[in-house]
């Protein structure tokens, strides 16, 4: 894409409200606007990245054997009557409304009710299970605080995945699988080196559940990290604990020491839980096993904010300058930076060799607007695309062998390191 | 993806309310679920087609400089307030809720207002225009019957395009660009031949918009068509006049005898508005021209609802048996249906083809489910994939010379033309 189409500019200053380094970033590099505290719009920039984030995911959902779907926002409150947590009492998060005729309507927190409600439809007898159907779906919380940035939304992208299973050992070997996805998950966008998971409270049906707590001063968590996991290579889930869990209890159950844990601040990137029977008793979902009797359906659920995920790159990685993209979400994989000469040759060498990249599939961004070299270096860092090639008359000059039509100046946004490289190598 | 993987399950009838053909068909092939009127869960196979419209949409309004972005549904009052679009008594379609400390939010039913205010941070100058933006985003509209399944949402998803021009030569420009890139989106998908631009109401700031309407019975609006057009060959767009601006005056400027004119229900798959500066004045977008003068920013927009578009295939293409896709937008290619028998030879077969179109990049639905031929066959219908190729004990005993791996019959959806085809020719 040529910069010059790119309505977004950049900004000197975020504004006065935003406190948090994430959203202060994004807003200046033109990824994300405002509407109201824990309410952004996505930008070209940052609808990319979110995107890529999405795809990752979508495909390690793919992967154990998730079916997509989408589920809608306007939910009637019968079903979540049926569950008790319609009321604000139970559930203090509700965005509510009203059909014209009066009928209240709520704008869907989370999706178990009426996801277990639809597979009445579908699922039958033990030949229907086991089943994990996900989707990519805007949330409404109403929280009274929504101080960091994309990482806590009043409206934001969720992806949930529900499994539904013949019985606890089942559904306890997808919860397994769901737990490595997760961690590929994090490999993937760059931050699995920080990502632990978690014990939690299980709530009333189980005796844990588990979260993924990504280590940044910006979170809003405090958890237990086990340094001993790493020391004697325990595998590759990073285990830690919750503060509201820890107890003996908890470190006996674990086998570990109270010494061994180390106190961190941290960002819940993800939460999965086993539900047992809660949403199926109370909703009716039932199969028939071989006998012909009737079973409530085993669920679990798998939650994981694309926008969050965002955020905690954006927190863990961003420097001094700006942005700093991992390869796998950056918008775009190059940066291409033309510095112009008068007579027009650095714009037709540019002009060619962005056609050229993207004609090869590379996704590159192409400064193409009249500007000084200061501001395009300085946007260029801003938004934090991982490699920037600057073309210019002195690159152009600078030829490895007779014959060659020059180079261009590669720069690593994450290292700093700098390269010349002749055009025809790239 | 194999149809036992597949959650959904077909069914005979459609729940008792729901009385569009496009969602009662949905419906019972389970594309979509029905929350509450006008709120339609889109399950895989829902989700994929409409996926497709979306991709074609998309590269349209890529083709014409539209740059995607993504806003939120929830909105605070104030901007709206600014156009006099907030009070009930003048848009009566809203949904609305509050923040807990009691701010009045809405839920967007449509975007001009925060795309206005949001492009002052990135408009400044005559050099920043022209601009085009789009995104395909779940807009809210509150309305008091919604009894035409997916064609008319409460809650919807919709692309919406907004071009931001210097003056009203370049916005009728662009103007006349994107009416040829809707013309587009409607031949691709397989409704073109159906589908007119219509001249309606143009508000208070320009004579006319144009809507475009696809003609079905199952439409909830009269139009006029044109018949000349197609008899005197006067271009690819077909021009139709909307009942409530037809009047001498209409057929005046258009050039057209009211004898040329047939009446027909229709249904609105677009509209297109030249929104003059109603938003830029109300809400200070203005741009500095050459000379230093600041200009408000002449708008246009440009809707079109993905979901719409799906239900009106549905409603032009569907038979008594079921659905019928176009390729373009069908779930999937190929629906491959095995017949197994006792000594799993065909299942092996059938395994064997469905991996060899799948590495090929063909999708493919491969009905592996243990159910009966005709069970198989009245599903595949309702289904509607365009090819199916059915393989039994039949039709591998078919062979086109020695050594072929047997034949498969191959079944047109639309047309009911069948032909046995070698496995080796697929």
Redesign the interface.
Known sequence: ?KQS?????T?HEAPKDEVAKNAQLLIRA?YV?K??AG??????L??RTLNKIVGIIREEMNAI?G??????????KKIWEATDRWDDKKVDIW???????GTD?G?AITHEE?LTQ??K????SFR?LP?A?YQFQ?K?R???RAKSGIMRG??FLMKDLYAFSRDVAERDAFYEKAQQAYVNVFNRLGIGDKTYMTFASGGLFSKYSHEFQTLTEAGEDTIYVYEGAEKNGQGQIKIAVNKEVLNDEVLTDLGIKRADLVEKKAVEVGNIFKLGTRFSEALGLVYQDEKGKSIPVEMSSYGMGPGRLMGTIVELMADEKGLVWPEAVAPFAVHLVALFDKNGKVSEAADVLYEKLTARGIEVLYDDRDATAGEKFSDSDLIGIPLRYVISEKTLAKNGSEGDAGSVEVKNRATGKVEIRPISSL
């Open positions: 894409m189409q790119l309505f977004t500019k900004r033109g606007n509407e109201m309410v952004y719009d996505f930008l070209p940052g609808l054997g079916v997509e779907l989408s589920l809608t926002a306007l939910q009637d965005f509510k409304t009203k059909l014209q005729n309507l704008l009426p639809l597979m439809d579908h699922i039958r229907d089943r159907v805007t409404f109403n929280e009274v009043r409206e």
